[in-house]
């Protein structure tokens, strides 16, 4: 669309149209042959700048993913700053428009393509996992631990905050030496190590990304671990033997709605008598899916649950949820300190992957900022037990009293006294 | 049947099957006349005396209830310890004794008869909150709190733990000097005092139980609450008006799993933009109805939900779960404390109501620490908020650094930042 061309009247009623949909937000949208909409009562926080007239009328039919694709080979730029644009958006995006009937029908669709067999979430898993470690590197911390990180002051640094939450998760399942844990989904491998090294237990731990496996058996043996710590590459569904502690972190993303009750049986075929356990994923406040773009792009196969639907884990096999904590603001916090480290290293990036992959990732990063700030997305760890566990502690203090951390003598809880 | 009958065939069998139906518990069963059962592999923790073979009979049909009526009017007797044999009882008996057609359909039947419609709840909620405020009296501690406690140690005394409790809750639900507190089902109205007094706000706090609103507003006029506490004599559905945080200790149990969504419609209508809340109710590991005993003698029209079940009160709403808390152990402790008292009163709650009642409501209150020692039973706090709330604590160690809770400055989550 040359810029001397005037917009039609059909452009201006499309353009409110997509502004109307999108729940008034306080940006100002425009096309690139000066057709605009500003928002009335408040300060536009950015400009989206369509370019083309044909992503104007796909932004009609699927706008989160056409918003995507269109952002990630720049036909959609923006002026201003994209998380807070991007917050703006989730703000007032009323719930309906996931409800549409074109949305709907992609959705379903992908959800059959994206499948989480075992032959589909291995290879929903390659597309994101197997990228490429170097690429990581360049934007985690150099434990390369990819999930929710335990900011324990609100200037901590993110290397602070991954080793926080390894440890904090240790302490929540109350590890004690010479346990079996079996951990489900393990990245890189950054918390069974820390598990082995730090509280004395023996992990078997489970990922089908072979990238992540091979760096992980690596770490293994420099640190002298490998006799401790077996990386499998393997499904959660063939998870055999018995533990103690099973724990799984980032991983309920990728299981998918339709296989908590397997994952459920696998805990419950696995999990001694008196053990207890860790899940700890992206939830929601109630069922929603991923955006079309963020499965297409992003995360084949993924799905954030709200915690009823994950109680299918747990209610089946008669499992006791201990503890449930929401940290949502450290996972806006932690995707900060990585979207700040991405666009450090962007050019490197866009010469691994090229410019389309970056302003993608760029977006999926800054949409995850943006969607736990706003309250779409939610971080959920829950604590589980069997009823005959006995390692329940009598409050959570040890979980804060220092003195408490440093000596992990805590009260228990007898439940067969 | 006089002692000299010796035990037919049929009676063997009957008991027999009797505690094959029960898992083979670790107690002698026994029937008056001399016939009896004895557990084959583990010592008996209790022998249960079954004085007649009428009992004998009904006790296949409806275990549960059986054993309830005939323990409390003396047509079962029990030698040894009873917390201990009903524990090893809920431990064995298969949950398939829960599914039986009779039990099902006495179930149902009383799912209609106690429903919690407005008039069905005033009549439930009559039964058992206004039996007389000097029965409660002589086992429940002095501010007559009729919820689980929260005991700082396992030697903590009851005062000390409902104390602890009441503050408890205050801190997690963060009040601030000036806010409008909603409390929907209040007792005798120990919380609501306790957070006017201590954390400056006013409450609104709601019942349909005559005599403790009664109590409590007589309680609000000693203490010269009244101006910051209003005790309302009025049902949850008719809650109206704006309020900051809205809690719930102890009613959700009386609700009744069909008004979940009339509850979650309440708090959404009643809290504020940035409003938080807290619900603290007993609840199970997978959802099963009580004992029908229990809603014929004790606890008409009650239901203890799975968190699954509960969700249904905060996913419509967009309500975010920040913190849940299993204080099983704790609720075992308050009962036992609660129980001792009890049997110390023992005498004077006879005359007051006769032994059939006493030894009703000893079986009542022996069965819920065998409940939540074995886990049957749960005790789950929920604290919930809107995406927009402010108050959200960075981490929660504000509820146990003992700085902190003399300093109440703690860090909080700027949602919108």
Redesign the interface.
Known sequence: MPAQNKPSRIEKWLLQEIYRAAGQPAVQLRLRNGAEVSPRSALAVAKIVIQDRKTLLRLLLDPEAEFGDAYSDGRITLEGDLVSALEVLYRSLPEAEHQRWYVKLVSKCMDYVQRNSLRGSRRNIHRHYDLNTDFYRLWLDPQLVYTCA?????GATLEEAQAAKLDYVCRKVQLQPGERVVEAGCGWGALALHMAKNYGVTVRAFNISREQILFARGRAKELGLSQRVEFLEDDYRNISGECDAFVSVGMLEHVGREHYGALGSIIDSSLAKTGRGLLHFIGR???LPFSTWTRKRIFPGAYAP???EV??V???W?????????L??HYARTLEDWLARFEKSEQEISRMFGLEFTRAWRLYLAGAVAGF????L?L?QIVFAR??CQQ?P????H???KEQQENPET?W?H???
């Open positions: 335990y900011y324990l002051s609100p406040n109630h069922p709200a915690l009823g109680m299918q747990f209610e089946p008669d499992l006791s949820v201990l503890d449930v904590e929401n949502r603001p700030h706003a309250g779409t939610q959920f009823t005959a329940i009598w409050t959570r203090a979980l804060y009293t009260k809880m439940a067969t006294s």
